[in-house]
Structure formats: C-alpha cells, structure tokens
C-alpha cells in the first residue's frame, strides 16, 4: 500500500498560483469588431444584459468575476471554446513584481 504522506509537498517550496485574464481586445481584433460600444451592441442583440460599465471592466481585465452567461455569449460570439477566452500564467506567490521606472529613472521593486 503507498504511503500517502510522502506526497505532502514541501511548504518552505514558492507557491504558484494561476492567473486568468480575458482575451477579449485580442478576439475583438480578430473579429474587426472596433469598439466595445460595438461589442455591446452585440451583446444587447444576443439578449445579454450587461452595463458598459461592467462591459469595461470585463473588455480591461478589470473585473473580479465573470457571469457564466457572459462567458458563453462571448464564446458565442467570437465562435471559439470559454479555454479560448483565456489566457493563463503561473505566478509564484511573493516573487517580486517589476514595475514601471521611478522618477529617477530606477526600477522599483514591489511584492504582492
């Protein structure tokens, strides 16, 4: 019988976590649909209620959580799988993040 508890992976080991964006500007360029005020009349003729507001944050990778109606009207639209509205990144938890120059032309140095 195997032992289980030699599967525990090693806590002091970096954490990685997924990170999922949309894909939706990049569909939107392949399908030649312009704007997202386009998109959301788009959208609207499917019967999909969706400020443009909240159309924004989800087009920008804004927002913090997708309907599944608008996962699957998106799908249908641009006539692709929901794994084709994303894309996808490993992370390591506590990895440094570069961000843009400082004022003094150096990098700074952030950790989530």
């Not at 959208?43 to 989800?58: D, Y």
């Amino acid at each position: 019988m195997p032992n289980i508890y030699s599967e525990i992976p090693d806590s002091s080991a970096p954490q990685q976590r997924v990170k999922a964006e949309m894909r939706i500007r990049e569909l939107m360029a392949e399908n030649k649909i312009r704007s997202v005020s386009a998109l959301h009349r788009l959208l609207i003729a499917k019967r999909v209620t969706v400020s443009h507001s909240q159309l924004l944050r989800i087009v920008d990778n804004k927002a913090e959580h997708w309907k599944v109606e608008f996962i699957e009207a998106f799908a249908e639209l641009f006539n692709c799988s929901v794994q084709q509205l994303f894309k996808f990144e490993l992370v390591k938890q506590g990895e440094p993040n570069m961000s843009a120059p400082s004022a003094d032309g150096t990098n700074q140095v952030s950790v989530d």
